[in-house]
């Protein structure tokens, strides 16, 4: 927390909206459109629910096909297999970690033709890009493959509040985008998330699914199966206090990418070759986490774990990158389209301590431990 959090949930107990729905929830919505660039923006109580909303709303059925980034946390796919639907996997190309066009458009034209792994010929329902770690996809090829076969596409922003491609917020260059505000992302309602999009009946029909579909009668009328995904004005309010230093945590955020940056050059100039997410001139990456690759075979032997392992001594918590969906033993069922880059990410890669409250005195302590291993892998 670090602005009016706690002015705006007194507000709402002051009030007494502490009910689903109240003015913090209509102001936090217009805030975030405010933000993305976005038309219209419903609250929701987390991001899982808001892509969930979403495939309902593209009227996916049992045994449709959604194209689905490979490289993402599990909830970018769980709310396919909710449906009863089945995700078809997409790699990652190397330079944002992101959905590969190329493999995307040989997907899509298996679905279509129905070859041994999509049995049965249909025209994807949706196709969900992920702007991993903030870095955004390469929306423009990605849209132009999805429009050339007319399918919608739902961004997952869920990591990318704040950053941007082509001077475009992530989540507003598909049909709709979702966001989280759960506690591990750049801000926070505690738990939480949003739908946006420029079809204001999507964004509409979404308020109505997620308060239980009540038909507009007097008596509880229901003709549609509901849900129960709207975000309460109490966590709304926090919603709004953390906008409002989100700029903050942008920057907070780039400035530990540019100092773990600016400190491993140092090394690679010295022989090692130690990598990360890179941007191109057209993007903006909020850089919610710093994560790095460390190929053994670049660096003298050196890998991910090692390093890892030497954080942990020292109590300073880093993890791997999210382990690619096809290789999870519950997905691992339905097809993939890759050449091996996200199982390489997954083998190389390390989150970073990101936090946006890390202290000159954290780095201080972050950098003896990892100047230590790269002294000890040094030729
Ligand atoms: C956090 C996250 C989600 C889910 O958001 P919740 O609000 O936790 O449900 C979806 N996709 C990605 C890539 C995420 O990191």
Redesign the pocket.
């Known amino acids: 927390m670090g602005g009016k959090e706690q002015t705006y949930v007194d507000e709402a107990f002051k009030t007494n909206w502490i009910a689903p729905l109240g003015p913090h929830v209509n102001n936090f919505e217009t805030d975030l459109c405010d933000y993305t660039g976005a038309s219209y923006a419903a609250a929701l109580s987390?991001?899982?629910?808001?892509?969930h909303l979403a495939l309902i709303m593209l009227d996916l059925k049992p045994g449709d096909y959604v194209i689905c980034q490979g490289m993402?946390?599990s909830?970018?796919a769980n709310p396919i297999v909710y449906q009863d639907a089945i995700p078809i996997f997409v790699d990652s190309e190397p330079e944002t970690w992101n959905m590969n066009p190329e493999h995307l458009e040989r997907a899509i034209k298996s679905c279509i033709e129905g070859n041994p792994n999509t049995q049965n010929a249909k025209l994807p329902k949706a196709i969900i890009p992920?702007h991993?770690y903030g870095m955004p996809s390469k929306m423009d090829e990605i849209t132009a493959i999805a429009n050339k076969y007319g399918i919608p596409v739902i961004e997952?922003a869920?990591?990318s509040l704040g950053s941007s491609y082509l001077g475009k917020h992530t989540g507003i260059a598909g049909k709709m985008g979702?966001l989280?505000?759960?506690g591990?992302?750049i801000i926070t309602t505690s738990?939480?998330?949003a739908l946006i999009s420029d079809d204001e009946a999507l964004i509409s029909k979404s308020r109505f699914l997620a308060t239980q579909a009540r038909d507009p009668a007097v008596h509880y009328q229901h003709s549609e199966i509901g849900y129960n995904y709207r975000m309460s004005n109490v966590l709304a309010g926090i919603g709004r206090g953390q906008m409002e230093v989100l700029p903050e945590r942008i920057k907070q955020r780039r400035a530990n990418f540019n100092r773990y940056k600016i400190w491993f050059e140092k090394w690679n100039v010295a022989g090692f070759d130690i990598r990360f997410q890179e941007e191109d001139s057209e993007m903006f990456s909020n850089r919610w986490l710093t994560a790095i690759l460390v190929d053994p075979a670049k660096n003298n032997g050196l890998t991910s774990e090692i390093i890892r392992l030497a954080l942990d001594e020292e109590n300073i918590e880093a993890r791997p990158l999210?382990k690619p969906m096809h290789l999870q033993p519950v997905f691992e069922e339905y097809p993939f389209f890759g050449d091996g880059t996200s199982e390489r990410l997954f083998d190389h890669g390390l989150c970073l301590p990101s936090g946006s409250n890390l202290t000159d005195e954290d780095f201080a302590r972050i950098f003896e431990v990892l100047g230590a291993v790269l002294k000890d892998f040094s030729k």
């Open positions: 987390s991001g899982t629910a808001a892509l993402t946390f909830a970018s992920v991993l997952d869920a990591e979702i989280s505000f759960n591990n992302k738990g939480g998330g999210w």
